[in-house]
């Protein structure tokens, strides 16, 4: 079990020099990184944590990359026949996500011509929720593919599954447990009297302090009809990372990190390392379990041949809680620079010593790339280390949040729904109103986008759904929710 990327370099890896041959057609940017670096020559072409970057001796390939370059070499009969070797059954999940170009390679080279491996799409084309370059429904001529339905919903209680048939008639689904009844309750905001937001994509929204008041408030009442609304029961789900950030109190991660794999993902050295290492650790000596701590650090057991290593210990161990509690990231990296408990990773050793390297040099003397990467490095070491802690706490399902797309296969007790604006593609009055008007000519894909997300939401819960409109919503949006 492997992800789209990291399947798809795992198959073509071995294909260096074709695969130098067709970096050039990736992008327009990537032509401008071979001007830049001198040329293709013979460079070893890497896959690790999706930074594109080219050197004279190795080239290292975005995320996005690897799936363009897979597309390309699924047309080449020879690397057909090695994969079909290597891989005779090949099963994607979640497949209405697929890139849409590597979907179309993988039916036309092996669907149509029933040559290749067995492949087995598992999905809904009703939860392709991650915009135009997804596939969605894969088809196929008729006999290429067999269709195997599943009627049977094993996840939510009656009142929910009937909910979800209504918006969704033509996939009747059957509660697994017909003496259920589960609970539906639609909150909005209409009767807010003061100035809604008016920005293109928050159009018609509360005022951030006001949307957090009304959620405060679903919650209290949720609480009071019964509602255990804890972290082991309960998720509460909304669209953007903007807002979930501000909920949790990691702002400046949020801005520092333009792509949020790098953290919620742990794609940077400096998350993954503060993440996986230092937080179980940190965690353990504050609980005092010490061989917890220093297995969380890779570390053997240490001397301890006379009170003043104890100390040592306990000293060092006091600063990092200190730096973690009240510091900044770079106040941690700094401490365990000095103390190595536990020794920094290799890459961040690395990046801290060409950080320092490039500090030594005249402004004028600095390289473009060199000044960008100097930015993102302080950047990263200026964000309060309180705030990695929020977004440790928050990978790891110990708090309530949690984005729509997030949680996609996922399932909870309870969930609460919030929806608001904050990203253009999605605006849920528009497709409450569509739903019962019609839809516009033009707009079949911005109402499934919209109504996907919708049904991926409460598809969640097993047992109480709760709807929380932040936007304003007309008559027929309500009647249409009716």
């Not at 491996?117 to 969605?136: A, T």
């Not at 008016?198 to 679903?218: C, I, M, Q, R, V």
């Not at 990695?388 to 729904?417: C, M, P, R, W």
């Amino acid at each position: 079990a492997e992800t789209i990327h990291a399947f798809s370099w795992h198959v073509i890896k071995d294909f260096q020099k074709a695969i130098r041959e067709q970096i050039p057609n990736l992008s327009d940017r990537w032509k401008e990184r071979i001007e830049e670096a001198g040329g293709i020559t013979q460079q070893t072409v890497i896959y690790n944590l999706g930074y594109p970057k080219i050197t004279a001796d190795e080239i290292f390939l975005h995320h996005d990359d690897v799936i363009k370059l897979l597309t390309h070499l699924l047309y080449d009969k020879k690397f057909q026949k090695i994969l079909t070797n290597k891989f005779p059954v090949i099963f994607i999940d979640e497949y209405q996500d697929t890139n849409i170009n590597l979907a179309k390679a993988i039916v036309e080279n092996f669907i149509e011509t029933e040559e290749g491996p067995l492949i087995g799409f598992f999905g809904d084309h009703w939860q392709k929720i991650y915009g135009s370059n997804s596939c969605g429904l894969i088809t196929a001529t008729e006999g290429k593919l067999e269709i195997i339905g599943k009627q049977a919903n094993f996840r939510s209680d009656k009142l929910i599954v009937k909910a979800l048939n209504k918006i969704r008639p033509e996939l009747e689904q059957h509660e697994s447990d017909p003496d259920s009844t589960g609970e539906i309750l639609i909150y909005h905001s209409n009767n807010y009297t003061g100035e809604r937001r008016t920005g293109n994509h928050w159009k018609d929204d509360l005022p951030e302090a006001t949307a957090h008041d009304y959620l405060s408030k679903t919650i209290t009442k949720l609480q009071e009809k019964g509602w255990n609304v804890a972290a082991d029961t309960t998720k509460v789900l909304m669209l953007t990372n903007s807002v979930l950030a501000s909920e949790q109190n990691y702002q400046n991660i949020f801005q520092v990190f333009s792509d949020t794999d790098d953290y919620l993902k742990k794609n940077d050295d400096y998350i993954s390392f503060l993440s996986d290492i230092v937080e179980p650790g940190s965690v353990a000596f504050h609980n005092k379990k010490y061989g917890e701590m220093l297995n969380a650090f890779n570390m053997n057991a240490p001397r301890i041949r006379k009170h003043a290593d104890k100390e040592a210990w306990h000293s060092d161990m006091t600063r990092l809680i200190e730096a973690r509690n009240n510091g900044t990231i770079g106040n941690v990296v700094d401490i365990l620079k000095e103390t190595k408990r536990p020794r920094i990773s290799k890459k961040i050793e690395e990046k801290e010593k060409r950080l320092f390297e490039i500090n030594q040099k005249a402004i004028e003397q600095q390289a473009e790339e060199d000044i960008a990467f100097a930015e993102k490095i302080k950047n990263i070491r200026s964000i309060p280390y309180s705030e990695l802690i929020n977004v440790v706490q928050y990978i790891d399902d110990k708090t309530l949040f949690s984005t729509k797309h997030g949680v996609k296969g996922a399932e909870f007790e309870n969930v609460l729904v919030v929806f608001g604006r904050g990203w253009n593609n999605y605006n849920r009055n528009q497709m409450l109103e569509w739903a019962t008007n019609g839809i516009p000519n033009g707009k079949q894909d911005s109402f499934e986008r919209n109504r996907n997300l919708f049904y991926v939401a409460c598809s969640r819960p097993k047992k109480r759904l709760t709807l929380l409109f932040t936007q304003e919503l007309s008559a027929t949006a309500i009647t249409t929710l009716q």
